[in-house]
């Protein structure tokens, strides 16, 4: 590959999401800024392996793609419409240098301005969510999907209704005033959970982790913590990523492996990150009443203070999930504290709870269940039902390094079939 396609890819990995928050700001549409997007890509492959890579990249490229724009406008007859409000824009950006600018931390950042928008309260919760992980995070429909355990073509529409709702009701790119701020702080803070969740644990592809996507959401988190530095739960949140990132390099073997936590090299885990995530979660649970990311940091800070597995105080784990339960009900809360249940009392008295999560339907279609279950099936030496637990697990599980994890454990427990 060309040097300059290379750096087309680099730029377009890591900076995709604030070049897009830039153009969706400036077009005031976002099927138009993806749109605009795209086009530019395809002109700097063409033109940057042949003129050689810009010295900025990213300002390249939003240039590129507002001029595709102006251009797509124009032949849909929207430009007069549209003109004076981009001209009006590029002046103020001339005048501040905007596009060429590099400053990181202002909580004016484009990406804080499209989640907000994302988030506002005029659409649902789940479009929210599903809304900023497509367009600030790359996400592909699929990945949002099973991030929500709903079929693509139900993620698919509500993505498109969100859009539209956006456009229809003129919902503004920006960041809330002061006193709208709380209502709309605990939706902004599932999109950047979310995000970093897809990040640290795929949903789908070859690579169970992807590195990208986890630091876009810590800086997200830390951006957060800026504009609302009284809101416990924004701190919590940047302590629970932080405490759970820290264990990222040891979470896979030099083959790209799944290495479970109780297998892991603490040695490889980041100290730094550690040393800020407690902090931070000490500092919260001192503050007040914990809330939900609160709890979750809290667990987090459980198996960071354990300097080896066999150190782990799981009744401790297992309380605060119980307190989760309460604070946050949901299916995925529950399936975690049952695995604490039985790290704690044993397996049996976790595989009862799992066994109710089955009963339930709530996680039906997840596949961490069939493989908790699975697992401690296999503890319990009842390796037929593991066996059929784990096989459930492989038809649901969409990450590759997951089922490469699930198919050895299942060799364990079971001869392959002929």
């Not at 302590?239 to 990222?248: G, I, Y």
């Not at 390796?383 to 059929?388: F, G, K, N, P, W």
Request: net charge negative.
């Amino acid at each position: 590959m060309h040097p300059s396609s290379e750096a087309v890819e680099r730029v377009f990995k890591q900076e995709r999401g604030r070049i897009l928050a830039t153009l969706i700001r400036i077009l005031g549409d976002i099927d138009l800024g993806e749109e605009a997007l795209a086009a530019a890509l395809e002109a700097a492959l063409v033109q940057w392996p042949r003129e050689g890579t810009p010295a900025n990249p990213r300002a390249w490229l939003i240039r590129a793609a507002r001029n595709k724009a102006v251009d797509r406008m124009r032949r849909r007859a929207l430009f007069e419409d549209k003109r004076a409000e981009m001209e009006a824009e590029a002046a103020r950006e001339r005048e501040a240098g905007a596009l060429d600018s590099d400053d990181e931390v202002s909580v004016q950042d484009d990406r804080l301005r499209l989640i907000f928008t994302c988030c506002h309260p005029a659409l649902a919760v789940e479009a929210q969510v599903a809304l900023t992980l497509r367009t600030l995070g790359g996400l592909e429909t699929e990945e949002i999907a099973h991030a929500f355990l709903v079929p693509a073509p139900t993620m698919a529409q509500r993505l498109v209704r969100a859009k539209s709702k956006i456009r229809q009701a003129g919902i503004p790119y920006r960041v809330p005033d002061a006193e709208d701020l709380p209502a709309r702080v605990d939706a902004v803070l599932a999109v950047v959970y979310l995000v970093f969740n897809e990040g640290y644990a795929a949903s789908s592809g070859a690579a169970l982790i992807r590195r990208e996507l986890c630091a876009e959401a810590i800086r997200l988190g830390r951006l957060l913590v800026e504009l609302l530095p009284g809101e416990s739960e924004v701190r919590a949140l940047l302590a629970l990523m932080r405490l759970t990132d820290a264990r990222r390099d040891a979470r896979v073997d030099a083959a790209g492996e799944v290495v479970l936590l109780e297998d892991q090299d603490r040695a490889r885990w980041d100290r730094d990150a550690i040393g800020e995530g407690l902090a931070l979660v000490d500092a919260v649970l001192r503050a007040g009443p914990p809330g939900p990311y609160a709890l979750q940091a809290a667990i987090a800070g459980v198996h960071a203070r354990a300097a080896r597995a066999g150190d782990t105080d799981w009744r401790e784990i297992a309380s605060l999930y119980a307190l989760l339960r309460v604070a946050n009900p949901s299916g995925v809360v529950a399936l975690n504290h049952a695995a604490a249940v039985a790290m704690a009392d044993g397996p049996e008295a976790g595989l009862r709870l799992m066994d109710a999560l089955v009963d339930d339907g709530a996680l039906a279609g997840y596949h961490l269940l069939p493989a908790a279950r699975a697992d401690l099936l296999r503890r319990l030496g009842r390796l037929r039902e593991a066996a059929a637990a784990y096989r459930e697990a492989l038809a649901l599980v969409g990450n590759e390094a997951d089922r490469r994890f699930l198919e050895r454990r299942l060799a364990q427990v079971a001869p392959p079939r002929s």
